[in-house]
């Protein structure tokens, strides 16, 4: 079956640090991989995905930026974080082909302070 | 603009008492209507996926169905284990592997 991981769960940043957050699928090969953001109370907002290794698609301009060094290895960055970058990061999989449904990793909690 | 709406935002049931939860979508060529759970401070949990109007699915105290503008969850006989927020998701012709997510309905049901 196929797990997906998320990590760290919680983490709390100060304004202007940098980030990485990192996100890995085990038993698929090959799959789609997206990073969304989820603030308070709201929908989740596509920032990034990508359909193979070193291809990445960025939905929403920012100060963020995402990269897949390996098949099942996805990772979120920033060189400055900003106050509004504060919120829940959820990252998911899915497979190569299209109709079909995402499956969502555990959730980074991220408070900029 | 693919667009997905759903409602109400909040919901408060007593244990027993069924109801439904609505997801309206403007799309262009729908490809796939997903509906998700998420439990607070978690990730979404996926539930059914519907791909044609007509279509219906069921999951325990859950039924999924489709139409042709609308999509709706409707909840048998709740128990407070239900509680949670209820998430709406469409696959558009055109949007590739990409879905637009709806804002959610907030389920909270009382024993």
């Known amino acids: 079956s196929q797990t997906i991981h998320q990590w760290p769960a919680t983490l709390v940043q100060p304004v202007g640090s940098p980030l990485s957050l990192e996100c890995t699928v085990e038993?698929?090969?090959?799959?789609?991989l997206y990073w969304y953001r989820q603030a308070a109370g709201r929908g989740l907002q596509l920032l990034f995905y990508?359909?193979?290794?070193?291809?990445i698609s960025s939905e929403v301009p920012q100060n963020l930026s995402a990269s897949r060094p390996q098949d099942r290895q996805f990772i979120l960055s920033s060189k400055k974080l900003l106050l509004s970058d504060s919120g829940f990061y959820l990252c998911?999989?899915?497979?190569?082909?299209?109709?079909?449904?995402?499956?969502f990793g555990p959730g980074t909690r991220l408070t900029v302070t | 603009e693919d667009q997905v709406t759903q409602s109400p935002e909040a919901l408060r049931l007593q244990e027993g008492e069924s109801s439904s939860l609505n997801c309206s979508y403007t799309?262009?060529?729908?490809?796939?209507l997903f509906w998700y759970r998420q439990d607070p401070g978690k990730g979404p949990e996926f539930l059914f996926t519907?791909?044609?109007a007509g279509e219906e699915k069921e999951k325990e105290r859950l039924k999924a169905t489709l139409t042709k503008k609308e999509s709706f969850l409707h909840i048998t006989a709740p128990k407070p284990e239900d509680s949670a927020t209820y998430l709406c998701?469409?696959?558009?012709?055109?949007?590739?592997?990409?879905?637009?997510f709806g804002g959610g309905t907030r389920l909270m049901v009382k024993p």
């Open positions: 998911a999989w899915s497979r190569g082909s299209s109709s079909y449904e995402q499956y």
């Open positions: 038993g698929t090969s090959n799959p789609n």
């Open positions: 990508s359909v193979g290794i070193g291809q």
């Open positions: 799309v262009s060529g729908l490809r796939g």
């Open positions: 519907l791909y044609s």
């Open positions: 998701a469409v696959q558009a012709g055109d949007a590739g592997n990409m879905l637009t």
